[in-house]
């Protein structure tokens, strides 16, 4: 049997052959123990505590490590550490370290990022240990590239805590998910309840799948603190509830949505939830939920809508910051709400088009290559300008950057390089968008109080469909609008922006016996939309309801009379409305009154049929102070 030495000094131990097992004791601030020599790479771990550096051999190389009677090696004898000691796999608040699972031969690798050893093996018998052990709690994973070549299907109550999304990285390698909560193959699940997930990345590849899968009942499912890159449908949770996602960034989904929450989820709560860049669907859908919140975060540069909604009851979004919106022609919006019911939008700021950027890079060919962002986000459509860019240069596809460092496509060959060049121009082709857009079977939608870049009229604040119903947006003044059912939504514009169309007269006017006389207002004196055409004839802009009101005097009646008042659509020849007023002799007034929905782009007019028993004709007095109009949107 060999010899264990004993040492009653660091310095003894440290100088001894790096070779079998030794004893510590007598040091002073290090308890006594059993240390056996362990090849691996220990690089950064020692403390002379738990592990102690031969004076003649690298870390890299090995270490002297302390051993103990409940070495979790006796229990876990498939682990690739056999050495190890329990402080190795559970921390002092009870966590256990995934690196106490790893393989020696993994280690450095997870430590510099050039490994190739896939661990999700190691990962799983952690969680496995922390459940059959402790009946749940989480598995602690320190900074490092984690390589997961194989979903990890996590068992009931156990998460995962990184050191934070810039140390600590899963890199999902297989053609599967990442992380899977739940089986969802029976209604019958049982409910995989209290699991944090936080601060760690998760990068996926091309063909990678999901990221986060929550399948069936996940309740108090907790993201917090953590980057999710590339994959396909990165995160997706369904029939999930008392769902909190906090600080989360997801990017670059190849295909679907970067986030989905799906089958009746509910108390489901966003908070400062950014997602960018989905290269073939939206930024966040939401579907079949109840109760949705979403507060803050940032929706920008998806390929599809940035946020969409369907079959969803009692959805909040507050505060969001939404940009790089697709063009209307697309049928993509902002905020896309379809056969929803009770949804408030409210705060936040949109943004249909895209502001400058400032790169450095190359262009060979028709590859632009990023190797700088200064300001900005890139994004499919920007025009290149710089110094040897060659005039109208524009990016037409995306390659590995997805609006950061990467490569892009562009559309005219050339050989350049240059550093602060200038990427410009609207979001798309036509510089067109839709903040929020609601179509299907959707009602009580409220829009209100937001930001925004522009009212210009390429782009539409909100469009109603015909079928939503019980809808309102209150939009800032001259922005444009689509309302497809009048009848049923309302679109206002803020208060104190909007005002009533007012005119009157400057002279007075004939009014011919047993004859139609169109009324003259011919002096405006509020027209803040240029409805009036200064003279008679009001053209609204917009189809909507208006009331319409106003009176005229007549003068020098001697005798009892009959006025018919007539609101008058020019452009087809109808009548729309007409009151009958009967007048005593004086100076009467003929005062009107009508409601209806006036159509956009067409002309309508004040007339007044007049009959006068003795056959002659009258005048209006002409006095601004008696012969007055009003128009009002009633909505």
């Avoid at 995962?160 to 899963?170: D, E, M, R, V, Y």
């Avoid at 019980?470 to 009848?487: H, Q, S, T």
């Avoid at 106003?550 to 008058?568: D, E, K, P, R």
């Avoid at 729309?576 to 006036?598: H, I, M, W």
Wanted: with cysteine; proline share 4%; aromatic share 8%.
């Amino acid at each position: 049997m060999a010899t264990v030495e004993s040492f009653s000094s660091l310095a003894n131990l440290k100088a001894s052959t790096a070779t079998g097992a030794a004893c510590l004791v007598g040091v002073s601030g290090v308890p006594d123990g059993v240390f056996f020599f362990t090849s691996g790479d220990f690089t950064g771990q020692a403390d002379d505590q738990n592990i102690v550096k031969a004076d003649s051999t690298p870390l890299a190389t090995g270490a002297w490590v302390r051993q103990s009677g409940k070495a979790v090696a006796e229990k876990y004898p498939n682990v690739a550490a056999p050495y190890l000691n329990l402080h190795d796999y559970v921390l002092d608040n009870g966590s256990y370290n995934v690196m106490g699972f790893v393989p020696q031969a993994a280690k450095s690798g997870i430590r510099d990022g050039q490994g190739t050893v896939e661990v999700d093996g190691a990962i799983r018998t952690a969680m496995q240990a922390i459940r059959d052990e402790r009946g749940g709690g989480q598995l602690w994973m320190p900074a490092g590239h984690f390589r997961v070549g194989a979903p990890i299907v996590a068992p009931q109550g156990v998460g995962i805590t990184g050191q934070n999304s810039k140390a600590t990285f899963l890199h999902n390698q297989g053609t599967g998910g990442c992380l899977i909560y739940g089986t969802g193959t029976s209604d019958n699940d049982p409910d995989f309840e209290r699991v944090l997930i936080e601060g760690l990345a998760i990068i996926g590849t091309p063909t990678s799948g999901k990221a986060i899968w929550g399948r069936k009942a996940t309740t108090m499912f907790c993201i917090r603190d953590v980057y999710i890159e590339g994959g396909n449908s990165p995160v997706v949770l369904d029939s999930c509830y008392s769902l909190m996602m906090e600080r989360v960034q997801v990017r670059s989904a190849e295909t679907g949505d970067n986030i989905a929450l799906n089958a009746i989820s509910h108390d489901v709560t966003l908070l400062q939830v950014s997602s960018q860049v989905a290269k073939a669907g939206a930024g966040i859908a939401i579907l079949g939920c109840y109760t949705p919140r979403i507060y803050g975060g940032k929706a920008e540069f998806n390929q599809h809508d940035q946020v969409r909604i369907a079959n969803t009851r009692g959805m909040t979004i507050r505060d969001m910051y939404i940009e790089g919106i697709q063009p209307s022609s697309t049928g993509y919006a902002g905020i896309h709400v379809t056969n929803a019911d009770a949804v408030i939008v409210s705060g936040g700021l949109f943004d249909a088009t895209q502001g400058s950027t400032t790169l450095s890079g190359t262009i060979s060919g028709f590859t632009l290559t990023v190797t700088d962002i200064q300001l900005g986000t890139l994004f499919v459509g920007a025009v290149l300008t710089g110094p040897g860019i060659r005039v109208g240069t524009r990016i037409t596809g995306l390659g590995t950057g997805t609006g950061e460092e990467g490569t892009y496509t562009v559309d005219l060959s050339q050989e350049a390089g240059f550093t602060a060049a200038r990427a410009t121009g609207p979001m798309g082709t036509d510089g067109t968008g839709t903040y929020v857009k609601v179509s299907g079977g959707t009602s009580a939608l409220r829009m209100s109080d937001y930001g925004f870049v522009s009212v210009a009229a390429s782009q539409h604040h909100v469009d109603f469909g015909a079928s939503a119903y019980g809808c309102e947006a209150m939009i800032p003044f001259g922005a444009r609008f689509v309302n497809a059912n009048p009848d049923q939504n309302f679109v206002r514009f803020r208060p104190g922006e909007d005002a009533p169309l007012l005119a009157t007269v400057s002279s007075p006017q004939a009014i011919v016996h047993d004859a139609t006389t169109t009324i003259s207002f011919d002096v405006k004196t509020k027209d803040v939309r240029n409805e009036w055409s200064g003279n008679n004839t009001f053209s609204p802009a917009v189809t909507d309801i208006y009331q319409i009101r106003g009176f005229v005097q007549l003068a020098g009646l001697v005798c009892t009379s009959q006025a018919n008042a007539i609101l008058y659509n020019v452009t087809d020849s109808t009548t729309v409305s007409q009151l009958v007023r009967y007048l005593p002799t004086g100076a009467p007034s003929v005062d009107f009154a009508f409601e209806g929905k006036l159509e956009a782009g067409k002309n309508y007019q004040i007339r007044l049929y007049y009959s006068d028993p003795a056959s002659v004709t009258r005048y209006t007095s002409g006095q601004a102070s008696s012969n007055q109009l009003s128009i009002q949107r009633v909505r």
